[in-house]
């Protein structure tokens, strides 16, 4: 019994051992960094139902097909008994690349569309997806969605340029966009878009859309007279100094009312607004169908059929070329406006007038600016004869000035000096006053110093009165305070000693004075 139980449990061991080595060698997968695994359910081997998946769709769980779950890097473990496993790797977008994505799984589209709305993974038509995908690492199953990366697609139609895929618009200029199918979420129709974009980097999708970049602003249009240059590269001009032309077909040429024939030059500053810029893609194709269509030749109209309704003479000088330039720039901002462009300036830069008109009206313009100089110049020496006599009165008045100057200057000073002599007089008047009541004012101080000194005399004498009399009275009699004199004026060396003998009591006293002085005496002898 044991060693049959020895028995299992060696064959266990042997087939897990077995187990796990079949694992490690044969089922692990090994997916690295930036790789996904790709599944494929083959079916069961021997036993069990195999169903396959929908023709077009991901297999279910327990379907024959591809699986929709893509794994990640990393150890995976699939028999390949059961499982076709393929490493794939991640689609990977450049900066400055875009991917149009097609779906290959899902139902087929209604009739007349091509374009499939959501995301990857989520998706249920077959077709080109709506949406781009711009820079980025992103994981695809490459059964279910084709990845096609391009970059700047442009293409020529008619005159202009569209542009697609990775679409940058750079400052000055807006992107006029045409949807090449509607959109049933935005519900934006196929077309040119009113919206533009402003400047900036647009994914856009080859299939669904397309971009004309157009330059926003002002631009000048001339038409212009060739002249006649010289070898050194100047404008010849004739005898009047007037430029020379060349060319009479070039510029703008017209007959006046009077039969003349008259050039001129024309320079128009004209620009397309950004709001504008669809309508200019809609009716001439681009800008540079604009001036060519448009501008140059409504300034050529305009300037003939205005032209010609004035004498030649109108237009050298005067209001009515005033006039006519104002009728010019008129009529062609009006035009313009029509055609959604905008006009900022419409001038007039010349016109040439046949000689045979210009030169009598030069002539006559310098006569009259002979006349004007004639009178100019008497207008000049009246001026100077008037300024020399105002000259001669700032003079006069000058040194009516200085002399009343010096008048007014004396008479301060004689003020001044009456002045200080009123005021040396005053002081001394005060200063004598000052001089009387400081005499007084001592006077009396003596007064009173020498009352003060009888006075204190006066004090000090009873004050010492005062004192003999308290001192009379502390010894009982005069004859008791003399002694105390006399003894106080005594030598130092001489004691004194006071005994108080009162009636009856000196001899009762004197056996206490006799030993004293005994011993006194002893011991001066000694």
């Given amino acids: 019994m044991f060693k049959a139980i020895k028995i299992i449990v060696v064959l266990a061991l042997i087939g897990t051992i077995g187990f796990l080595a079949f694992a490690w ?10 790789y996904s695994l790709l599944l494929r359910y083959k079916g069961p081997l021997i036993f069990g139902d195999r169903n396959t998946a929908q023709p077009g769709h991901f297999a279910k769980e327990g379907e024959i097909g591809i699986l929709a779950n893509l794994r990640g890097p990393g150890r995976h473990f699939y028999c390949p008994i059961w499982w076709e496993r393929t490493v794939v790797p991640d689609q990977i977008i450049k900066p400055g690349e875009v991917a149009v994505v097609r779906s290959m799984l899902g139902n087929d589209l209604p009739e007349g569309q091509y374009l499939v709305d959501g995301d990857l993974g989520k998706t249920q038509f077959k077709g080109i997806l709506r949406k781009v995908f711009g820079p980025g690492r992103y994981r695809v199953n ?3 969605y084709e990845f096609n990366v391009i970059q700047t697609v442009k293409e ?11 679409v940058h618009i750079p400052t000055g200029y807006v992107g006029v966009v045409t949807n090449l199918a509607s959109n049933p979420l935005t519900g934006a129709q196929a077309g040119i878009q009113d919206q533009v974009l402003p400047p900036g980097i647009y994914p856009i999708n080859t299939k669904e859309q397309q971009v004309d970049i157009i330059e926003i602003g002002y631009r000048v249009a001339s038409v212009a007279v060739e002249k006649d240059i010289d070898r050194q590269g100047h404008v010849r001009l004739d005898e009047a100094g007037e ?22 030059d024309y320079t128009a500053i004209w620009g397309v607004m950004p709001v504008a810029a669809p309508d200019i893609i809609r009716t001439f194709g681009n800008v540079s169908a604009v001036q060519d269509k448009v501008v140059l030749p409504q300034i050529e109209s305009i300037c003939r059929n205005n032209g010609s309704s004035h004498a030649a003479v109108d237009l050298l000088v005067g209001e009515d070329r005033q006039k006519f330039q104002n009728e010019v720039a008129k009529a062609f901002e009006t035009v313009l406006e029509e055609k959604h ?12 007038i046949p000689r045979e008109v210009r030169e009598p009206i030069q002539n006559a313009f310098v006569a009259d600016e002979l006349k004007l100089t004639r009178d100019q110049e008497q207008l000049t020496a009246r001026e100077e004869a008037l300024l020399k006599e105002a000259e001669q009165k700032v003079q006069l008045e000058r040194e009516k000035i200085r002399a009343e100057t010096e008048k007014m200057v004396a008479a301060a000073i004689a003020d001044g000096h009456k002045t200080v002599g009123e005021t040396h007089a005053q002081t001394g008047k005060l200063v004598a006053e000052i001089d009387r009541k400081v005499a007084e004012l001592q006077a009396q101080a003596t007064v009173v110093i020498g009352q003060a000194n009888a006075e204190s005399e006066k004090l000090s ?38 005994i108080y003998a009162g009636e009856g009591t000196f001899w009762t006293d004197l056996k206490e004075f006799a030993p004293a002085v005994m011993g006194k005496m002893i011991k001066d002898k000694k």
């Fill in 243 to 264: 430029p020379m032309i060349k060319n009479v077909k070039s510029g703008i040429n017209f007959p006046s009312n009077d039969g003349f024939d008259i050039h001129m």
């Fill in 142 to 144: 490459p059964y279910a």
């Fill in 461 to 498: 004498a009873e004050a010492r009165a005062q004192k003999f009399k308290l001192a009379v009275a502390a010894f009982g009699t005069p004859e008791a305070y003399n002694r105390w004199i006399f003894a106080s004026n005594l030598p130092e060396h001489v004691k004194l000693k006071l």
């Fill in 156 to 166: 020529r139609v008619g005159g202009q340029i569209k542009h697609s895929g990775w």
């Fill in 25 to 34: 060698t044969v089922n692990r997968v090994y997916v690295p960094v930036n």
């Fill in 341 to 352: 462009i905008s006009l900022l300036y419409g001038l007039v830069r010349h016109i040439y």
